[in-house]
């Protein structure tokens, strides 16, 4: 089997497909160095919640319960931390209309039977105490918690290495095909060398749809979703907190001016604050305005954020999809397995995807959180049926 894409949702399914005693193979110029290096980490379904999307939650919180057991297997299997962390999310309101749309969101998750707790400003900032003042309620999910993807990555490849996943260092030149075109048979790498196997998973983010060699009826409707984030240090360089306490404890998210902001404190002091969402190609640069409209946003929900160090500041691209959901699961072309398009929820699915593919590579069947997120659901027929 080859596993085309060495993100953690490549790495993930690779390690759990060799725990199954298939083997291996993981085909990435640089494993465990994708979109995970520039992701927040949020383990999040119910704050991330989007109208229209139940089934999305549904596979994420089924992801999020796998995850401290999943947490906890990978570091016993690799001996390097996750940073996985139980810590709860915080998401406010900064006036009056944000309050009222967070109000209707609250209303939403209670209509679905999830566990969320409506909070008043003052509440909020008894929990939070950096909040700025004018912070005129929240929701406190303390089943949503964060793994630092970074971290996450390199426990995967570890555990791969260690599970006896071959790791071929180069780049996907081409997917290959059987001479009658009617099925995949491996993918041809940039280094020359040629990677034949019965099954490929198809687990390169963004690049899952430009990836040549597929015929257009196969193709893989992935873009790349731009995302700048920022780095800071809440604490000393020797991991000491601040003076006055921890500057922020649990995950926070708002909407500030119509956009989504979320920031992720660290155990290790440091504090991630993202992210933006631009449709700009495969451009990774970042820039000036992204910062200045992240630290912007951050000023208003944590007055104090402005004197915080600036440790880095970065850019990835989120693997998208026409629905911005996940593919999972094989494809029009046999031979082809889908592991791709999961977008702003990449960390939080890896668990939850890695079995579901690994059920379907071992049993020929994908499990049921999984099933309505096959490809298929974008083929024109799917389309046609939809539009009507």
């Known amino acids: 089997m080859l596993v085309v894409g060495g993100g953690v949702i490549g790495l993930a399914t690779a390690w759990r497909t060799a725990q199954r005693g298939l083997s291996v193979t993981l085909l990435d110029p640089d494993p465990g160095h994708g979109a995970n290096r520039v992701a927040a980490g949020m383990l999040a379904p119910v704050t991330e919640l989007q109208y ?35 810590c709860g999310t915080l998401a406010v309101a900064l006036d009056a209309d944000d309050r009222a749309e967070l109000r209707e969101v609250h209303a939403f998750q209670q209509r679905l039977g999830l566990a969320a707790e409506w909070l008043t400003g003052r509440e909020c900032r008894r929990l939070e ?8 309620g929240g ?7 964060q793994v630092d993807g970074r971290r996450l990555g390199a426990a995967l490849l570890e555990a791969c290495v260690r ?18 075109g009617d099925r995949v048979t491996g993918a041809l790498a940039e280094d020359g060398s040629a990677l034949g196997a019965g099954q490929t998973v198809l687990a390169a983010g963004s690049w899952s749809g ?6 257009a009826a196969a193709q893989l409707p992935v873009r790349p979703v731009k995302g700048q984030i920022l780095r800071l240090r809440m604490a000393t360089t020797a991991g ?18 119509g956009v989504h902001l979320y920031l992720v404190p660290r155990e290790d002091g440091e504090l991630v604050v993202g992210a933006t969402m631009e449709e700009q190609g495969y451009d990774t640069a970042v820039t000036a305005g992204g910062v200045y409209e992240l630290l912007r946003d951050a000023h ?44 702003r929820n990449g960390i939080l699915l890896t668990p939850v995807t890695a079995d579901a593919v690994a059920d379907y590579l071992t049993t020929g069947q994908l499990p049921p959180e999984a099933a309505p997120f096959t490809p298929d659901r974008f083929s024109s027929h799917a389309l046609t049926e939809a539009s009507r």
């Open 52 to 86: 229209g999307e139940e089934e999305l939650l549904r596979l994420g919180i089924a992801s999020n319960q796998r995850y401290a057991a999943f947490a906890a297997e990978l570091e016993a299997a690799s001996g390097l931390p996750t940073g996985y962390r139980p």
């Open 129 to 136: 105490p950096m909040l700025a003042p004018s912070v005129r």
């Open 139 to 145: 929701l406190l999910v303390s089943g949503d918690h």
């Open 163 to 180: 599970a006896g996943v071959r790791i071929h260092r180069s780049r996907a030149a081409r997917i290959e095909l059987a001479p009658a």
């Open 210 to 215: 430009a990836i040549p060699g597929l015929p």
């Open 240 to 257: 000491a907190p601040l003076p006055g306490g921890p500057f922020l404890s649990r995950n926070l998210r708002a909407v500030v001016r």
């Open 300 to 343: 208003e929900l944590l007055p104090g954020i402005t004197e915080l160090p600036l440790l880095e500041t970065g850019a990835g691209l989120r693997p998208g999809t026409p629905d911005n959901a996940p593919l999972l699961g094989p494809t029009a072309l046999p031979g082809l397995v889908a592991a791709t398009g999961h977008h």
